[in-house]
C-alpha cells in the first residue's frame, strides 16, 4: 500500500504530460502558380496577369485554391462561410519580385503582410492590393505609387466594396477594367 501511495505522484505525473499541449501542426506550404492554373473566383488564368497574386487552404487542406490577385483572395476569404473556414492564406511579397512576374519563391502569410489599396499599380483584375511582408516596404511603395497601408485584419468587404467603385484613389479604372493601366493617386 504505501508502495503504491508513493507512486501515485509518479502516474500523476505521466498522465499529466499527455494532457499538455501538442505540438502545432505545420502548416502546408505555398504552392507553385503552375501555367493553366484559373483563379478559384473568376477562372481567369493567373500566370497571364501583373501583381501579387494569393492562395488559401480552408479546413487544413494540403491542397491550394489559387487567386489571379490578392484582392480576389480577400473577396473569397472575407465571405462568412470562407472566414470561418480559413486554415492559412499567403500572397507574393512585391518588395521580393518584380509586379509584372510575382515569383513563388516571394509568397508570405497573408495574416503576417502588410498591404497598399489605392495605389496606381494594376493587377489582373484592375486595380489590386499591393501586399508586402515588412511594413517598411509597404509604406515605400505607397511613398511611390500611392495609396492606404492596411494590415490583413483591416481588409473588409466594405474596404474591398470601396476599391471596386474606386474611392480608393489609383485613378479611374476600378476592378472591373482590364486595362492594366492606373492614372496615379
Known amino acids: 500500500m504505501i508502495r503504491a501511495l508513493a507512486l501515485l505522484p509518479l502516474l500523476l505525473a505521466l498522465l499529466l504530460a499527455g494532457c499538455g499541449e501538442s505540438e ?5 506550404a ?3 502558380i503552375e501555367s493553366g492554373d484559373s483563379c478559384h473566383v473568376c477562372g481567369m488564368l493567373i500566370d497571364e496577369h501583373p501583381g501579387p497574386k494569393g492562395e488559401a487552404f480552408l479546413d487544413k487542406s494540403t491542397s491550394a485554391l489559387k ?12 465571405q462568412p462561410e470562407n472566414e470561418a473556414r480559413l486554415s492559412h492564406a499567403y500572397v507574393h511579397d512585391v518588395a521580393a519580385a518584380p509586379w509584372p512576374t510575382p515569383d513563388d519563391k516571394a509568397f508570405v502569410l ?3 503582410a502588410w498591404y497598399v489599396a489605392g495605389h496606381d499599380q494594376r493587377g489582373s483584375m484592375g486595380h489590386t492590393l499591393a501586399s508586402f511582408k515588412q511594413r517598411h516596404h509597404a509604406e ?18 466594405e474596404l474591398l466594396a470601396r476599391l471596386s467603385r474606386g474611392e480608393l484613389g489609383g485613378g479611374d479604372d476600378a476592378m472591373g477594367n482590364l486595362a492594366g493601366h492606373g492614372s496615379g493617386h
Do not use: M, Q
Not at 24 to 28: C, F, G, I, N
Not at 145 to 153: M, R, S, T
Open 67 to 78: 487567386f489571379c490577385s490578392t484582392t480576389e483572395l480577400f473577396a473569397f476569404l472575407r
Open 30 to 32: 505555398a504552392e507553385p
Open 140 to 157: 515605400a511603395f505607397a511613398e511611390t505609387h500611392g495609396g492606404e497601408l492596411y494590415a490583413f485584419d483591416d481588409i473588409d468587404l
Open 110 to 112: 497573408a495574416s503576417e
Open 24 to 28: 502545432p501542426e505545420a502548416l502546408a
